[in-house]
């Protein structure tokens, strides 16, 4: 299974748009890529998921390169409630137990 | 109704008591999970089930122990619980869209 790499924790304000950066340099041809958030004291949300290229949704979009060894989420305008830890987990659709989740990305968004 | 509900929601017991705590989805997927979740840290597998016949372990399983009643109800145990269990506990379910969670048990043991 792919290796995921995400900073430990990145700090914003609000209104700016929040870039966090996922490797994963051992992708493996039927791998996708899906985004979690987590808010405190709450189970993981699913955000977004994609294969390559870009995929936008109404919370978030991800950018993939033409390599898919690593990704980016994208948080546009950001606001406080987006305060939260946000995971990147990459393996087949349908993976279930084969998906770890890693320490993920602490993001603050600051008044 | 929530997609995925776990009762109790918080949970304070004793070292050496027996504890169960449940899981009930209305999403009607095969797939269940029990994950742990220490502060600070990600998710760690406990158990998981792909139908009601097939029970897994996962990384943590030791301490533990799982019964898939129904598609619906995957419930976990605790035979003996002692203080490093103590965490916050989450049960999820999947499909090819991804994982729903349920709000999490959050378990004390002193």
């Known amino acids: 299974l792919a290796k995921t790499t995400q900073p430990i924790s990145m700090d914003s304000y609000e209104g700016q748009e929040v870039n966090i950066t996922c490797s994963h340099n051992?992708?493996?041809?039927?791998?996708?890529i899906t985004w979690y958030q987590q808010f405190p004291s709450q189970g993981p949300r699913f955000i977004i998921q994609?294969?390559?290229t870009k995929v936008t949704n109404e919370v978030a979009s991800l950018f993939i390169p033409a390599d898919r060894k690593s990704s980016t989420l994208s948080l546009p305008r950001v606001s406080l409630s987006d305060t939260a830890v946000y995971y990147c987990?990459?393996?087949?659709?349908?993976?279930?137990?084969?998906?770890?989740f890693g320490g993920g990305t602490r993001l603050m968004v600051k008044p | 109704d929530a997609d995925v509900t776990q009762t109790p929601r918080n949970r304070i017991t004793k070292t050496g008591k027996r504890i169960m705590l449940e899981c009930s989805q209305t999403?009607?997927?095969?797939?269940m999970y029990w994950y742990r979740q220490d502060p600070g840290l990600g998710l760690r597998l406990i158990y998981y089930?792909?139908?009601?016949?097939?029970?897994n372990k996962g990384e943590i399983s030791d301490g533990y122990s799982v019964s898939r009643q129904a598609q619906a109800k995957f419930s976990l145990s605790l035979e003996s619980a002692i203080p490093n269990q103590t965490a916050l506990y989450f049960c999820?379910?999947?499909?090819?869209?991804?994982?729903?969670f349920g709000s999490g048990t959050r378990l004390t043991v002193v």
């Open positions: 999403k009607g997927h095969d797939r």
């Open positions: 994609g294969y390559k």
């Open positions: 089930s792909f139908d009601v016949k097939d029970i």
């Open positions: 999820a379910t999947s499909d090819l869209s991804g994982y729903t």
């Open positions: 051992n992708i493996a041809t039927n791998d996708y």
């Open positions: 987990l990459v393996g087949p659709k349908g993976a279930g137990n084969m998906l770890t």
